[in-house]
């Protein structure tokens, strides 16, 4: 028997068009208490995931699809639906193994379960996750604007089931391909009256996590302190442009761009900026002497290899699901004297403009600055600070206590519509959804 999880997303793509399976899904069957197939040939991913205690929790649904035209592997993973329908960002990513690609959408979906609720959006947590190097020329003229057509077409097909937003490796341009296709999503071009790129948001909300970590330990602001970014890209790079206005010492960033430096140091001249360029999957930076380390690449960097080289007070970054293991790092951090602000906490602001754009807009609007001024409760500097005093109460880590906090609000039905999303589901996998 084929080790279904060891394969590489190109090889399992391939054994599904072998096979006839160009859609499947794995959901989460309440009644039985286990996971559930729509083929019997992937029963061993349902096992996998069922017998998972990290990753997967009850998520609700994992939906894939062979891209008609381009092959292409292309998944929506959706977490929990109480608050509403599953929103969050589509991201165009490599993964060594099947494994590695499920794991990645499972985390992804549930840290916009955690976001949202604590945001107090109405909507669910998911994620899309779609796998580079399993079409056949993805990078030929035309054919990115097909890969995200496609993936409309996918989400359109599920229902309203989840609602999708720009992330890493996906742009503006590829949202606007995919709203040719489908209604369900955000991050629209500002031309066509969506929000557009949800980063320079994000980069506000960042920053409001590091001035809470730094009130909290009695350190004053960010004025003359130094940064080290990792990931330089769509996030980190308006961040630059936040803490230069706050006044920072000195930021030391790297990215796996070569041009990276160079462009940053054209846009803010007179920063004494510092950018390593390295390759994927260094993580020297984290071990930087700065005040503040702000993970704004990949997630899982933070664990026993990286925790114990971090010279930082603080961690406060963009990056989704930044700790390896949730269970075991929050508390090597803590051990280590490193205040970690937890992702889900701080992040919020992308997800927060594309729940405002379908609402229309409105100067200054009140609905998405009350989330980064000092007097609203929930706002992330307040709630953050709330979190901070709460652990240092308790013992318990910030992670612990936002993760409590995000799971308690998770499980509230949405006021108008209930848990439409399980009916929803309910409804795709009995009218075989996955015979396309």
């Known amino acids: ?170 742009s503006v341009d590829d949202m606007a391909a995919v709203f040719s296709k489908t209604r369900f999503t955000t991050c629209i071009p500002p031309e066509l009256g969506g929000s557009g790129n949800p980063s320079a948001p994000t980069a506000l909300g960042v920053v409001r996590g590091m001035e809470a970590a730094l009130h909290f330990l009695e350190m004053g602001d960010l004025s003359g302190k130094t940064v080290a970014i990792q990931g330089l890209g769509h996030v980190g790079e308006p961040l630059v442009g936040v803490l230069h206005v706050r006044k920072v010492g000195r930021i030391v960033g790297s990215d796996i761009n070569p041009d990276r430096g160079e462009a940053l140091r054209k846009r803010f001249p007179g920063l004494d900026l510092t950018v390593r360029i390295v390759e994927r999957g260094d993580n020297d930076l984290l071990g930087e002497e700065a005040d503040i380390v702000s993970p704004c690449a990949t997630g899982a960097i933070l664990g026993p290899a990286t925790i114990p080289r971090i010279r930082a007070r603080i961690v406060c970054g963009a990056a989704n699901n930044q700790l390896e293991d949730p269970e075991r790092d929050d508390a090597a951090l803590q051990d280590a004297s490193v205040l970690y602000m937890p992702d889900f906490l701080v992040n919020r602001m992308g997800i927060v403009s594309c729940a405002d754009e379908a609402s229309g807009y409105v100067g200054d609007d009140p609905a998405f600055e009350r989330h980064l001024g000092d007097r609203w409760d929930n706002g992330i500097y307040r709630l953050s600070l709330f979190v901070l005093e709460e652990a240092k109460r308790t013992g318990r880590t910030p992670a612990r206590v936002a993760l409590e906090l995000a799971e308690e609000r998770s499980f509230e039905p949405h006021p108008i519509q209930g848990h439409r999303g399980a009916r929803i589901i309910r409804s795709l996998v009995e009218s075989g959804w996955a015979q396309g």
Not at 10 to 26: A, N, P, T
Not at 64 to 70: A, F, K, L, N
Not at 81 to 91: D, H, I, N
Not at 116 to 122: D, E, M, S, Y
């Open 1 to 170: 028997m084929t080790d279904l999880a060891g394969l590489s997303p190109k090889q399992f793509r391939d054994l599904l068009v072998d096979e006839g399976i160009l859609r499947f899904f794995l959901v989460w069957d309440e009644d039985t208490g286990q996971v559930r197939s729509s083929h019997p040939r992937l029963e061993p991913l349902a096992r996998l995931l069922g017998d998972d205690r990290r990753d997967f929790d009850r998520h609700e649904g994992v939906f894939v699809q062979v891209g008609p035209e381009t092959g292409v592997l292309q998944g929506a993973f959706i977490h929990r639906t109480c608050r509403g329908q599953a929103a969050g960002g589509v991201r165009f990513w490599g993964y060594d193994t099947v494994e590695e690609y499920l794991r990645d959408g499972l985390r992804l979906a549930r840290g916009m379960t955690q976001k949202n609720a604590l945001a107090g959006l109405w909507w669910g947590g998911g994620k899309g996750v779609m796998a580079t190097g399993t079409g056949g020329y993805e990078a030929a003229p035309g054919v990115r604007r097909t890969i995200y057509q496609e993936y409309g077409s996918f989400l359109t097909s599920l229902g309203g089931y989840y609602v999708t937003a720009a992330d890493v490796g996906t």
